[in-house]
């Protein structure tokens, strides 16, 4: 496992080189211009001067190259000294990914905004993945039962209802309905500089992260429920199963132990491929709490034509999609010993 897990570590890197390419190209024969926005009093002369300074009087190749240095060269090396005090080579003169509409270091941005993402994206995912797993096993041992009928037609309406008007119907009944003095009413807005500092305040974070967290969740549940039940109700009926209870096992060890342990191959590839998902999927729940996280970090960016921001976060995703890749596909061996890659 540990000598797969370092092949597959080596092969990704020619396939992120590649899907960096990938994303430079696109985004920089993408119509856009980073001056559209600059005042119409300014005169073509300092808008090209302005284009010059962000380095477009440039090539293609001599602007992907010092890209690419920038990004797998100076920002880990600037993370080292940030982090742990660790200086190699000059820190001070290091070119740094530079936003073009705030002249900030990107990788400082995306830093500054991971927190909110993970505070309310992965609360939810975990939370979706929680409520899945069991509405999915309990549907596929009750098959056709009542209960089984309702997880069907909560993964139904979950999946096909956009996010967007989930988190609308959430806000009208708990913001709007609800008297603001009663238990029940959530903030509608979601206050990104809220500090935990005492248990009022953390109540008060409990609260504003509720209705975010639970509309994607939702969504999340809906999809992976369905995955969950489908891949049960394939290992119900296989002859290990009738083995295991001829022996006289209790029903509960069969079913958690050794048919939820098979089902559950299928059922991490969805979950680990989501969870970089998750992150450009939030970008609608963000706008609509106004959770000032990646997603609305993405939008500003791409609203302001800001090339090096948005090329930076596609490629981040794509790095996360790569490593959660491996990450199944080592679960998978952890879950079924009969696979093995070494």
């Known amino acids: 496992m540990f000598r797969y897990t370092i092949r597959r570590l080596f092969f990704a890197v020619p396939t992120l080189l590649v899907i960096s390419f990938i994303i430079f190209a696109l985004l920089d024969l993408a119509p856009g211009d980073p001056t559209a926005n600059l005042p119409l009093t300014i005169d073509a002369e300092t808008r090209e001067r302005i284009r010059e300074s962000l380095g477009l009087g440039k090539p293609f190749h001599i602007r992907y190259l010092a890209w690419l240095h920038q990004f797998f060269i100076n920002e880990p090396l600037n993370l080292l000294h940030d982090w742990w005090g660790i200086d190699i080579g000059d820190s001070a003169g290091r070119l740094r990914v530079r936003s073009w509409s705030t002249r900030s270091p990107v990788v400082d941005l ?6 909110q993402t993970l505070w309310v994206v992965g609360m939810s995912y975990v939370v979706g993945v929680l409520i899945a797993i069991p509405i999915g096993v309990i549907s596929a041992y009750r098959q056709y039962s009542w209960f089984d009928q309702g997880g069907t037609l909560f993964s139904m309406v979950g999946f096909s209802v956009p996010t967007f008007f989930t988190g609308l119907v959430f806000i009208v009944i708990f913001s709007t309905l609800i008297p603001p003095d009663s238990f029940f009413w959530l903030p509608s807005i979601y206050d990104t500089t809220h500090k935990v500092t005492d248990w009022p305040s953390l109540v008060f974070q409990v609260r504003q992260m509720i209705m975010p967290v639970m509309v994607l969740a939702l969504y999340n549940a809906a999809q992976i429920s369905r995955f969950t039940r ?23 060890v069969v079913v958690l132990v050794h048919v939820l342990r098979n089902s559950l191959i299928p059922v991490v590839t969805v979950i680990a491929l989501g969870v970089p998902q998750i992150f450009g999927g939030a970008i609608i729940t963000e706008q609509i709490f106004r959770v000032n996280g990646l997603g609305a970090l993405l939008i500003g960016g791409i609203e302001a034509a800001d090339v090096p921001l948005v090329q930076t976060l596609t490629f981040i995703f794509a790095i996360l999609i790569v490593v959660f890749n491996l990450v199944a596909d080592v679960l998978y061996g952890i879950l079924d010993p009969r696979i093995r890659y070494d």
């Open 110 to 115: 995306i830093i500054e905004r991971t927190p």
């Open 230 to 252: 489908s891949s049960m109700l394939d290992n119900l009926n296989q002859d290990y199963v009738r083995t295991a209870r001829a022996k006289g096992m209790r029903e509960r």
